[in-house]
């Protein structure tokens, strides 16, 4: 396995998928970011390259080549599940405030189609994606007095968004928070204090999931890493179980036809629950759970009380119709 960093650059990216294919001659890459992934696509098509993509959450990515499949999750697949539940939990006036890229786009997307059919969108507000200070936006969103604040901030940012909203006092002003689970990533939840108690999220893991397999992965993950696992880890844990399963079955081929034909439709057990690659579209099909952070021995952690099982992404579904 050769790691490298493409510091989050599509351009990065690109070059290092090249000369992987061309001087490494690899057999598979992994892609992350959704810049990132969509700028190696054309590499690994015409490299005929399989290419599990393990970050990124934007519904097209995996159209860009035949020779994608996903592991990690659309953000339409959560935004969709948590707008239902707020309607139907009493939520009629809703703000948006959404990180200013695709999967930010995406997600305020799904949730707003998802949410008027029974409540209103008072404001929709973008937050910049890098170094991002959420106080104004915050303070916009509380002066419009909304029942409900849906967020998306991307893994990484959730530590800053929860100490910002409760300096704030959003916490503690009746507004409910809700969104995609990233705003509750279980790699910043152990510093976030009381900030995100009762904030109800709809995510596909949680380092909570009360399987024996996951129970194993989070403690073998801290064990490695010194950290709780987290949403991004399992995409990643489960691109590398998808290799090895594909592997198995076409005996070491790694001829990307080949590989990506027997990856179409294959189901196995994961930490986040039951998952498979969608014979069609080669994205994610997965149970998205819904969550309430909750203090268990003194920590917050995102515990599961609701399930959707086999979820597919809703952007793709909604394409397939028209
Ligand atoms: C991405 O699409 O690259 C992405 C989405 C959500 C995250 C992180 C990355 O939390």
Redesign the pocket.
């Known amino acids: 396995m050769i790691v490298k960093d493409d510091q989050s650059v599509p351009d990065n990216a690109k070059r290092l998928a090249q000369e992987l294919i061309v001087n490494d001659k690899v057999n598979f890459l992994g892609a992350?970011?959704?810049p990132s992934a969509m700028s190696m696509a054309p590499i690994a098509t015409e490299g005929k390259v399989a290419t599990v993509v393990m970050?990124?959450?934007?519904s097209v990515v995996t159209e860009r080549s035949p020779y994608y499949a996903r592991t990690s999750f659309t953000?339409g697949q959560q935004s969709g599940i948590i707008a239902n539940w707020a309607l139907k939990n009493g939520s009629k006036k809703a703000v948006s405030a959404l990180s200013d890229w695709?999967?930010g786009a995406e997600a305020g997307k799904v949730f707003e189609a998802n949410f008027t059919k029974g409540g209103q969108i008072l404001d929709t507000l973008k937050v910049p994606l890098a170094n991002p200070d959420f106080s104004p936006f915050l303070q916009r969103a509380h002066d419009l007095q909304p029942d409900t604040l849906f967020v998306f901030v991307?893994?990484g940012q959730a530590g800053t968004f929860a100490r910002q909203f409760s300096e704030r006092g959003l916490d503690k002003s009746g507004i409910r928070l809700i969104g995609p689970g990233?705003i509750v990533d279980d790699d910043d939840l152990p510093t976030t204090g009381d900030a995100l108690l009762g904030v109800v999220t709809a995510g596909m893991y949680s380092a909570a999931h009360p399987s024996q397999l996951n129970k194993d992965y989070v403690a073998a993950y801290k064990k490695a890493t010194g950290h709780r696992a987290n949403f991004?880890s399992v995409g990643g844990y489960d691109g590398m179980d998808l290799i090895y399963h594909a592997l198995q079955q076409t005996k070491g081929n790694t001829n990307a036809d080949t590989v990506i034909g027997v990856m179409r439709g294959m189901k196995w057990e994961s930490p986040r629950g039951s998952i498979s690659i969608d014979p069609v579209t080669r994205d994610i099909v997965q149970n998205i759970y819904v969550r309430k952070v909750q203090k268990v021995e003194g920590e917050p952690w995102a515990i599961e009380f609701e399930t959707f099982p086999a979820v597919k992404d809703p952007l793709k579904e909604a394409a397939a119709v028209h």
Do not use: E
């Open positions: 992350g970011l959704t970050v990124s959450g934007t953000l695709a999967p991307p893994a990233d991004i």
